[in-house]
């Protein structure tokens, strides 16, 4: 079983910055696509970015791209989220997802794809 546990979420004036971390654990060996989701009240769940943790190969909304970076270190099971020049409209909830099933090329946005969640880490950007 694996569990997925969110950091690093807070509140920051619009341009700032943040990182967030999604600490893993129950892994097995084999590869898996683990992505960054947001979402506010109202709205459907949005596929941010996404990485295999074998491959490395990454994925991003047009909305952040060249603003935010998804990395991971497999030596700590941890996932990370880099978010540069932030926007208000990047205020919402942020959830870590992995799945072993996920094709991370084409399904990364899919947010009912994914078996693993995380409980959520908020984001607030201030104008």
């Known amino acids: 079983q694996v569990q997925l546990v969110e950091s690093g979420g807070g509140s920051v004036q619009a341009g700032g910055s943040l990182r967030l971390s999604c600490a893993a654990s129950?892994?097995?060996?084999?590869?898996?696509?683990m992505g960054w989701f947001r979402q506010v009240p109202g709205k459907e769940r949005e596929g941010v970015a996404a990485i295999h943790t074998r491959a490395g190969g990454t994925k991003y909304a047009d909305s952040v791209k060249g603003r935010f970076t998804i990395s991971r270190d497999n030596a700590k099971n941890t996932l990370y989220l880099e978010m540069n020049s932030l926007k208000p409209e990047d205020t919402a909830m942020y959830y870590c997802?992995?799945?072993?099933?996920?094709?991370?090329?084409?399904?990364?946005?899919?947010?009912?794809?994914?078996?693993?969640w995380g409980q959520g880490t908020q984001v607030t950007v201030s104008s």
């Open positions: 129950g892994y097995t060996s084999s590869g898996y696509c």
């Open positions: 997802a992995a799945d072993r099933s996920v094709a991370c090329n084409s399904q990364w946005t899919r947010a009912i794809a994914f078996g693993y």
